[in-house]
């Protein structure tokens, strides 16, 4: 079954240090791949996607994410967490042929320390 | 502000109780979509319409549910003889059918609780 993997549940830096959440998903031809992120008691805003353009993609907020086929991989980084950036990320596919259906990982909550 | 809209916030309810959500698209958008999100864990797609047909449907919609886009804008889903189990946030989301890569657009979702 066509899946999505968040590696880590739970990210913790500190103010002003790199941000990596990381993703993998199951391999399949042509799949697009979101980052969102999820703000307590907000909806779900789209920080970027990737569809097979350029495999480096920046989003919002200073956020990118670079597709890996070889590793089946589209891990979130920022150079510089800020406290704002605090909130729980989803990496997400949808696969080529599949018109509606978005699969979600099971998320990865960021905390940032001051 | 034009996102999405979803209408209740909030719902709690008694266990064998019916409950109806409702949800505006983004005008233009043709796509509309149902997820449900559970505690701790990812949303789950339900269903989707493109204008008033409904075109997918998870195992997750037992009979129970019923989802309907009458007039291609707006849409309800419904939960009859609510249970325990179905206390989760339900997500509606939208699109413009442009290309296979359409993006969804979340509304802030409905979090219903049975008791």
């Known amino acids: 079954a066509q899946s999505v993997t968040q590696l880590d549940s739970h990210v913790s830096v500190s103010e002003g240090t790199p941000v990596l959440l990381r993703c993998n998903y199951s391999s399949s031809y042509s799949p697009s791949l979101f980052w969102y992120v999820q703000h307590p008691n907000k909806g779900l805003q789209l920080l970027l996607k990737y569809t097979s353009a350029a495999t480096l993609v920046k989003g919002i907020n200073g956020f990118e994410a670079e597709f890996k086929k070889s590793e089946t991989s589209f891990h979130l980084t920022k150079p510089s967490a800020h406290m704002s950036d605090a909130a729980e990320y989803f990496c997400?596919?949808?696969?080529?042929?599949?018109?509606?259906?978005?699969?979600f990982g099971k998320g990865t909550k960021l905390s940032v320390k001051p | 502000d034009t996102g999405v809209s979803q209408d209740p916030r909030h719902k709690i309810t008694k266990r064998g109780q019916n409950v109806t959500f409702r949800c505006d698209p983004i005008s233009e958008h043709n796509r509309l979509y149902w997820y449900r999100q559970t505690l701790g864990q990812g949303p789950e797609f339900l269903t989707y319409f493109q204008n008033e047909a409904q075109l997918e449907k998870s195992r997750l919609l037992s009979d129970r549910f019923s989802a309907e886009r009458p007039k291609g804008s707006f849409s309800t889903l419904e939960i009859q003889r609510t249970e325990q189990g179905d206390s989760a946030m339900y997500l509606c989301a939208s699109s413009l059918a442009a290309t296979l890569t359409d993006t969804q657009y979340f509304g802030p979702g409905t979090r219903l609780t049975v008791l």
């Open positions: 997400v596919v949808k696969y080529g042929g599949s018109q509606g259906n978005l699969i």
